[in-house]
C-alpha cells in the first residue's frame, strides 16, 4: 500500500515541478536543479506515507498483542449482493481486504475462502478478476503459518489492485478502497473485546493511527471535489472529529469516543 500511495500523490505533484523541466530555454545545469528538485519531492512523499500501514499491517499489531480471533465481527459476505455502485464496491473491496487480512493472519482457513470469495465478486465488477485468482490462494494456503510472510502476500495483492485503478485512470475508485481498508481495520482493532481500552497496547495503536488517518486526508485532498471522494471524505467526518485534539496518549473516554466514531462511519459504508 505504501508503494502505490506514493504513486497516487506523485504525479499531482511532479505535473507541475515537470512542466518546469520541459520549457523552453533550459540550459543543463538549470534542468538538473529541477531533477534534483522532483528526486526530493519523490524521497519525501515516500517517507512520509510509511506511516500509513496495510490493513493486513494493522491487524496483525493485533496478534501481536495476542489478542484472539472473534467470529461475527467482520462484514458478512451476503453484503456484496447489495453494493451496486462502482463507488460501494470499492469501499468494500477494501473492507473486504481488512476482513481478508484480519481471517488470514489468524489461520481461520474457512474464513479466507468466504472473504477471498466476496472480494473476487467485487474484483469481478470492477474489472479486477485476474488478481485475486487460485494462485493468490495459494500462496496463501501455502504460508498460513508464516505471518510476515502473509502480510507480504496480501499487501502485495492490494498494491496491485490500487495499481491497476490508477493506471486505468481511477484514482478516486483506488483510494475508496484504501479508505474502506483504514475503517476496516480501525472497526477491528476497537471490537477486539466488548471493552478494547482494557487491551494493553490497544491505546497505543489507536492513536498511531491518528497519524495514518490524518495523511489519508492529506492524500485524498487534491481529488476532494470528485464527488465519490468529496463524498466518502464527509461521512468520514465523526472520526476527523474526535482525532482532532487528541495528542500522544488517550483516556478511556477517548477510545470510547473513537470506537463510536468508527460504528458509525462503517455502519454507514457497508
Known amino acids: 500500500m505504501k508503494r502505490i500511495i506514493a504513486v497516487f500523490m506523485l504525479p499531482i505533484v511532479l505535473t507541475g515541478l515537470t512542466c518546469i523541466t520541459s520549457c523552453k530555454g533550459k540550459n543543463k545545469?538549470?534542468?538538473?536543479?529541477?531533477?534534483?528538485?522532483?528526486?526530493?519531492?519523490?524521497?519525501?512523499?515516500?517517507?512520509?506515507?510509511?506511516?500509513?500501514?496495510?490493513?493486513?499491517?494493522?491487524?496483525?499489531?493485533?496478534?501481536?498483542?495476542?489478542?484472539?480471533?472473534?467470529?461475527?465481527?467482520?462484514?458478512?459476505?451476503?453484503?456484496?449482493?447489495?453494493?451496486?455502485s462502482s463507488s460501494a464496491r470499492a469501499i468494500n473491496m477494501g473492507v473486504y481486504g481488512g476482513d481478508l487480512s484480519y481471517a488470514t493472519i489468524y489461520n481461520i482457513q474457512q474464513e479466507v475462502l468466504n472473504y477471498m470469495s466476496a472480494i473476487q465478486s467485487l474484483a469481478a465488477e470492477?474489472?479486477?478478476s485476474q488478481i485475486y485468482d487460485e494462485t493468490l490462494y495459494d500462496k496463501i494456503k501455502q504460508n498460513f503459518d508464516y505471518r510476515d510472510k502473509l502480510v507480504e502476500i496480501l499487501s502485495d495483492a492490494f498494491d496491485k489492485t490500487y495499481s491497476y485503478l490508477r493506471n486505468n485512470d481511477q484514482q478516486p475508485l483506488a483510494l475508496l478502497v484504501i479508505g474502506g481498508a483504514w475503517v476496516e481495520g480501525m472497526y477491528i482493532t476497537t471490537h477486539v473485546s466488548?471493552?478494547?481500552?482494557?487491551?494493553?497496547?490497544?491505546?497505543?495503536?489507536l492513536i498511531e493511527q491518528k497519524k495514518s488517518f490524518e495523511l489519508y486526508l492529506e492524500i485524498a485532498k487534491p481529488y476532494e471535489n470528485d464527488p465519490l471522494v468529496g463524498d466518502f471524505i464527509k461521512i468520514l467526518d465523526p472520526i476527523k472529529k474526535v482525532y482532532e485534539g487528541l495528542t500522544t496518549s488517550l483516556t478511556e473516554k477517548n477510545i470510547q469516543d473513537i470506537?463510536?466514531?468508527?460504528?458509525?462511519?462503517?455502519?454507514?459504508i457497508i
Request: hydrophobic share 35%; charged share 25%; glycine share 4%.
Open 194 to 205: 466488548e471493552a478494547a481500552y482494557q487491551v494493553a497496547g490497544i491505546s497505543k495503536n
Open 126 to 128: 470492477l474489472n479486477m
Open 259 to 268: 470506537t463510536k466514531a468508527i460504528e458509525e462511519v462503517r455502519t454507514q
Open 29 to 84: 545545469e538549470q534542468k538538473k536543479v529541477e531533477l534534483d528538485q522532483i528526486q526530493t519531492v519523490e524521497n519525501e512523499m515516500t517517507s512520509n506515507v510509511d506511516s500509513l500501514p496495510s490493513s493486513a499491517e494493522v491487524i496483525k499489531m493485533l496478534t501481536d498483542l495476542e489478542v484472539g480471533y472473534i467470529f461475527g465481527i467482520s462484514n458478512p459476505v451476503e453484503n456484496t449482493k447489495k453494493y451496486f
